[in-house]
């Protein structure tokens, strides 16, 4: 969906309806009503004007500071309150939820007031959500490097003391000062904090799919972005040499799990791939098999036909508890096996976590806060996270593995 391109403001980590191919062999997940559904859909994305995605974006965050009730399921956390530091003096020392079990792969985390121009993320808010994801993870990936939240993620970790590592990232538009200025700070976070607790960079988010759209993997379209990606990836490659670091970083990129191709993998030293089972019309009962079907097929293959066999992560995999109206609150297996609720999350959780630990997918489930921002794009976009936007965790037992 063209939602990039626009000065200095940056959308991301909306998982795209467009484009979930069925993989050879699996389920037929796509209904006629669904197809043209979806269509109306990216059609809809493509009249928003700048200025009135600008607006929109200006208007959900306002809401998003009004709006304190909410209406997502949401329970008091057992150990307190979530929402803020338990020891603002010294976050190092908190209490554990016993609710919470580490027991992800990774999870896809955006700071609240990381997206321009709406900056104004705190430390105490970064440290706390940090407190929180290191129960259930020792992983995080970011989206951009705006509003300084590299920075604050890493000094949210130096400060509560937990064992987490991160993969950065630089959001990808057509201003290529702003993509410079986010390479820029996270140069700095280097610098400032070292790459301990640095796993990899990521460069673009659902970049290609943004500007090649479902174009085919041999088109001018797609062969133009990944070659975008690619010198993207070279500059920042180039100063990251330059820093002499004693430790590799590897450089990739992430975008819609069937985006990748062999071309694109050998200008990348990872993929990172988005499955979405609810965007591919399944059933929950056949969610975490066809999540597994996919990757394989669009991602792990092509990627080891690539000559330099860039490792692949799925970069979101989940699903929404909820849907802001009744049109799309489900993913077309029809109800309730394709709802969007919180029963067919626990049944996500109950299928896929466990099972993609024990057979090697590395994965960042998505996501861990529900995001209010993206009310924009209606449907179940802001209802993806374990927890709510307050921080209590939805009505969902985490799995123990
Ligand atoms: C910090 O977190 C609190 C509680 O979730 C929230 O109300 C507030 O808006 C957050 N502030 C920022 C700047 O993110
Ligand atoms: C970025 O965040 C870090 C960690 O909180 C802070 O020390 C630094 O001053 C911030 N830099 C800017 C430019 O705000
Ligand atoms: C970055 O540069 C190093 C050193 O030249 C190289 O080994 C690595 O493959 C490069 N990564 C990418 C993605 O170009
Ligand atoms: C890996 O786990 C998924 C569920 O996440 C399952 O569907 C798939 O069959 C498993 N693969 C293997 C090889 O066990
Ligand atoms: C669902 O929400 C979207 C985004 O808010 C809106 O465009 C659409 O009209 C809504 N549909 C219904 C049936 O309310
Ligand atoms: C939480 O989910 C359980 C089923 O898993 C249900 O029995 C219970 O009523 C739910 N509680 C709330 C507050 O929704």
Redesign the pocket.
């Known amino acids: 969906m063209p939602r990039s391109g626009s000065g200095s403001l940056a959308y991301q980590n909306v998982p795209s309806e467009s484009y979930w191919p069925t993989p050879a062999g699996g389920a037929a997940p796509f209904t006629p009503e669904r197809r043209s559904r979806k269509k109306w859909w990216i059609i809809g994305g493509v009249l928003l004007g700048t200025a009135a995605i600008a607006a929109i974006v200006a208007g959900v965050v306002v809401s998003q ?1 009004k709006n304190k009730g909410g209406s997502s399921s949401s329970s008091a956390s057992s150990s307190g309150n979530n ?1 803020v530091l338990s020891n603002p003096n010294d976050p190092s020392v908190f209490d554990k939820d016993s609710r919470l079990h580490q027991s992800m792969w990774g999870i896809a985390y955006t700071a ?2 990381s997206i321009p121009p709406n900056c ?3 430390q105490a ?1 970064v440290t706390r959500d940090m407190q929180l994801l290191s129960q259930l993870t020792t992983r995080i990936r970011l989206y951009s490097a705006n509003c300084n939240i590299t920075a604050m993620v890493l000094e949210g970790i130096k400060a509560a003391k937990v064992d987490m590592k991160i993969w950065p990232a630089i959001y990808i538009n057509s201003d290529e000062t702003f993509n410079q200025a986010q390479a820029k700070t996270i140069e700095e976070a280097i610098t400032t904090y070292g790459t301990d607790h640095i796993e990899g960079i990521t460069v673009g988010n659902e970049y290609i799919l943004n500007t090649a759209g479902t174009n085919s993997l041999s088109s001018s379209a797609y062969l133009a972005s990944v070659s975008k990606i690619h010198s993207e990836i070279k500059q920042l490659n180039a100063t990251i040499q330059s820093m002499k670091l004693s430790k590799h970083l590897p450089i990739g990129t992430s975008d819609a799990g069937s985006v990748m191709s062999t071309t694109l993998g050998a200008g990348i030293d990872y993929f990172m791939a988005n499955v979405h089972p609810y965007f591919g019309g399944l059933a929950i009962a056949d969610a975490a098999k066809w999540t597994w079907d996919f990757f394989q097929e669009f991602d792990v293959a092509p990627a080891q036909a690539s000559v330099n066999k860039p490792a692949v992560y799925i970069a979101e995999v989940g699903w929404p508890s909820q849907s802001m109206n009744a049109s799309a609150a489900n993913s077309g297996a029809g109800s309730p096996q394709g709802d969007a609720s919180v029963a067919n999350l626990q049944t996500f959780l109950d299928t896929y976590v466990c099972q993609a630990n024990a057979n090697g997918t590395h994965y960042f489930y998505f996501e861990a806060f529900d995001e209010p921002w993206k009310a924009q794009y209606g449907g179940v976009e802001p209802y993806w996270g374990l927890f709510d936007k ?2 209590n965790l939805k009505n969902i037992t985490i799995p123990t593995c």
């Open positions: 500071q929402a609240q007031g104004g993320a705190t808010n307050d921080r």
